[in-house]
């Protein structure tokens, strides 16, 4: 049964501190927990903001206390009540509001809710299905409202910093005429042209070159993105991006211009201090040294030149390839056989996808006693064996992985496979203990994988 009775709130739920205790306040917000001591009942209220403790006492206020017993989780409540100071053994440090709890003396229920498909608190306990059919709770867990903070307070950075940069921000028709590009456009009928079609943007690039032959030497949008493309890891339907335009400008004026606004965002939203000026890289680099041009440089692993110590040996299959990669694996004890023929497996489909010839395998020797042994080392004498021990800096413990072909197919699967080094050694079960062979992630950076 719903009460139309709302209380005005006079706080949030995570405003509260001890320096409110004895004020009579009112909370409004949705059921998280409740607790049931006999004659005391304890429920955390929560919104965007926090969570508050409320209490409710069957002796000093029954009336509330019987409407609290009939809670389920996810209701929505409207409070009155007094902060009282929680007692020293209930305090709860790890919450804005856990020194105080309100004891509340008139409750208004909102709303009524369903039984829930999966739990709010915990956003694993349902299959991405399930939660994208009822996003209205998903949103309301503390993973996506953090994340719809934090894109708020991006948002909000760009458009300072853009701004004091002297951009000005525009905006451009969604519907327009359909321009060729590298994707489909998404077509939407005229219902006053029949066999007309309007076109969804796959980025407003006429209007940036109207406005820039205008005169506008400097604006920018956050702007929606439509591509009608089949769907892949990096690819999406529909998505947003920060589109900047400048004229008379060089690369130089550009790459600042987006080294300031990423240090910003970065400082204002999550309070990181990036270095600058950024590492630069031409596409050759990152593609002859990562296998990607928009290579993860959070940690090493380069892609080394493996094709001079590949053209020395009696293994063929290096040998007369057009190019040979390799990865060093530092301290790579807990490489087991299985281990490595999983990668080989990884290369083999991964390749596989590429258009070019797909790679036959993956070779592999291990530094041991000073010498590289197992897999392909018996077609490297030992003179060769000991020059790629120097030339690579090899150590003790250090697992080799080299394969050839096709140079674009190399170096993409070679891109990949670092990458799916980078996450054995965070998250493979097998391979917990050695994840730290390579450089630990700063501290400061946000867990993505």
Known sequence: MKDSNMFKRTHTCGELTSGDVDADVALNGWVATSRDHGGLIFIDVRDRYGITQLTFNEETYPEAFATAKGLSMEDVISVKGKVAARADDAV?????????????????????????????????????????????????????????????????????????????????????????????????????????FYALPQSPQQYKQILMVAGYDRYFQIVKCFRDEDFRADRQPEFTQIDVEMSFVDQEDVRQVVEQLVSSVFKEVIDVDLPTPFPTLTFDEAMETYGSDKPDLRFELPLVDFSQFAGESDF???????????????????????????????????????????????????????????????????????????????????????????????LSTMGALRLEIAHLHLHGSRMRKYWRAIPALPVHWPTIW
């Open 92 to 196: 709860k440090k790890s919450l804005a509001t856990g020194e105080i709890e309100v004891e509340v003396g008139e409750i208004a229920v909102l709303n009524e809710a369903k039984p829930l498909p999966f739990m709010i608190h915990d956003r694993e306990s349902a299959t991405e299905e399930t939660r994208l059919k009822y996003r209205y709770l998903e949103l309301r867990t503390e993973e996506m409202q953090k994340n719809m903070a934090i894109r708020h307070k991006a948002y909000q950075s760009v458009r300072s910093t853009l701004s004091s940069l002297d951009f000005m921000e525009f905006e451009t028709p969604v519907l327009m005429r359909a321009t060729p590009e590298g994707a489909r456009d998404f077509l939407v009928p005229s219902r006053l042209h029949k066999g007309k």
């Open 316 to 410: 063929e299959a290096l040998k007369s390839a057009e190019t040979v990669k390799a990865i060093v694996v530092p301290q790579a004890e807990g490489y087991s056989r299985k281990v490595i023929d999983q990668l080989t497996s990884f290369v083999k489909d991964y390749s596989s996808q590429e258009k070019k010839a797909p790679l036959g395998g993956l070779a592999w020797m291990r530094c041991v006693d000073g010498d590289l042994t197992g897999g392909v080392s018996k077609f490297f004498s030992e003179e060769l064996r000991q020059k790629v021990i120097e030339s690579l800096g090899m150590a003790e413990g250090d697992l080799l992985l080299a394969a050839g072909g096709v140079r674009d197919t190399v």
